[in-house]
C-alpha cells in the first residue's frame, strides 16, 4: 500500500498510516516502533527518504521503482543494464537478482570477477568463476580442482561417482552424450554415446597416454600367443542389466547405506547379437583381462587385447616368413 507523505513537512511533524505513525526529521520520515523492536539507543527501525525510498541506517534502501537494496554502496553498474529487484552492495561490489533489461530471463549477476557461489546446507556444493566463466559442481574449490581444463568440471566427494547421466527413454537410438566443435566444419559432431552404450567417434581413434617419459622398467613383453589361443570368441545377447538404485533423505539426498544392487531383464527388442568373449572363461585363461568391480560382476579389457594381438600377428608373421625362406631355399 502507498503512502503519500505531507508535502514541505517540518521537523517532528508526525503521519499516521493506520496503526505506523511516522515522524520527520528535518531530512526523513522515520517510522516509529517500540522499544523492544528498535536498534538499541534508536527509536527507529526503518526511514523514508524524500528521494523515494525506504531506508535503514543507509544499507537497506527500497527505491521508488520497487528495487530492493541490500549494504552501503551506491554503485548502479548492475541497473544500468539490467532490470533488478534485488541489490546487495558491499566491500565496493554490487551483486543483484532479477529480470534482463527486456524482460527475457531472470538474471543472478555480479559486476566484478569474483565467483556466483550456490552454497546450500551452508556448504557450497557449485560456482561459476567470474574470470573464465567455468562452471563447477561438487566440493569445489582447492589446488586439486581443475581451473583451465574446461567451462564445465565435477568433483566429486569419495566414493561417489564424478558424473552420471540418465536418459528415461527406451530407444537405444537415442543420444544420452553428444559433443560438438567447429574442427570439420562449424557445429559439427564428433563424439556421441546412444543409450545402449553405442559410442561413435568421427575418426574411430581412441588413444591412451603413452609418452615414453612418463615410463620405466620397459622391457620386451613375454609371448603370449598360447594364452590367445585360449582364448574363445562367442557370439551372445545381453540378457540382465545391472540396476543400482537408492533410498533418499527428506532433502532428496541419496543416503549412500541404502545402496542396492540387482540384475533386472533387458528389453528384448534391446538385445542386440554381439561378438566377444566371456569373463569367466577369459579370466581362466588370461586373468589380466577380467576386472571385478565393486558389485562383484567381471569386465573384460578389451583395450589390452590390441598390443597383445599385434605381438601375436608379429610372431605369426615371423613363423611365415621363416617357412617361405624353408620353402625357397
Known amino acids: 500500500m502507498a503512502t503519500n507523505f505531507p508535502d514541505s513537512p517540518s521537523t517532528n511533524d508526525t503521519h499516521s498510516v493506520g496503526d505506523l505513525t511516522w515522524i520527520f526529521d528535518g ?51 548492475l541497473d544500468s543494464s539490467m532490470d533488478m529487484a534485488l541489490r ?36 557450497e556444493r557449485a560456482r561459476v568463476t567470474g574470470g573464465s566463466g567455468y562452471f563447477y559442481v561438487g566440493a569445489t574449490g582447492g589446488t586439486d580442482f581443475p ?54 567417434n568421427t575418426n574411430n581413434s581412441y588413444g591412451g597416454l603413452s609418452d ?22 562367442k557370439n551372445f545377447n545381453f540378457c540382465k542389466a545391472v540396476k543400482t538404485e537408492y533410498d533418499y533423505d527428506e532433502d532428496g539426498e541419496i543416503i549412500k547405506d541404502t545402496k542396492r544392487v540387482s540384475l533386472v531383464d533387458t528389453d528384448p527388442k534391446s538385445r542386440k547379437k554381439l561378438l566377444g568373449l566371456v569373463a569367466q ?4 585363461a588370461m ?19 590390441v598390443p597383445m594381438l599385434l605381438q601375436m600377428c608379429q610372431k605369426m608373421a615371423d613363423k611365415i616368413e621363416a617357412l617361405e625362406a624353408a620353402i625357397e631355399g
Request: negative net charge; glycine residues 10%.
Open 27 to 77: 531530512t526523513v520520515w522515520k517510522l516509529t516502533v517500540p522499544t523492544s523492536l528498535a536498534p538499541a539507543g534508536s527509536d527507529t527501525q526503518v526511514q523514508y527518504n524524500n528521494n523515494g525510498s525506504f531506508a535503514g541506517s543507509s544499507s537497506v534502501i527500497i527505491n521508488s521503482n520497487g528495487r530492493l537494496q541490500v549494504g552501503d554502496d551506491t554503485d548502479n553498474t
Open 88 to 123: 546487495f552492495d558491499g566491500s565496493g561490489y554490487t551483486g543483484a537478482i532479477g529480470m534482463g533489461p527486456s524482460g527475457e530471463g531472470m538474471y543472478i549477476a555480479h559486476n566484478g570477477t569474483r565467483a556466483i557461489i550456490f552454497a546450500p546446507n551452508e556448504t
Open 147 to 200: 581451473g583451465e581444463d574446461g567451462f564445465f568440471s565435477v568433483k566429486s566427494p569419495s566414493g561417489t561417482p564424478a558424473a552420471s547421466f540418465y536418459h528415461p527413454d527406451d530407444n537405444s537410438d537415442d543420444r544420452l552424450i553428444t559433443a560438438f566443435s567447429d574442427v570439420s566444419s562449424t557445429g559439427t559432431k564428433h563424439f556421441q554415446v546412444l543409450l545402449d552404450g553405442d559410442v561413435d
Open 212 to 233: 615414453i617419459r612418463l615410463k620405466e622398467n620397459i622391457v620386451d613383453a613375454r609371448d603370449y600367443y598360447d594364452d590367445l589361443r585360449q582364448l574363445e570368441v
Open 281 to 284: 572363461p577369459t579370466e581362466q
Open 287 to 305: 586373468p589380466g583381462l577380467v576386472k571385478t568391480d565393486e558389485e562383484g560382476y567381471k569386465h573384460i579389457r578389451y583395450s589390452v587385447l
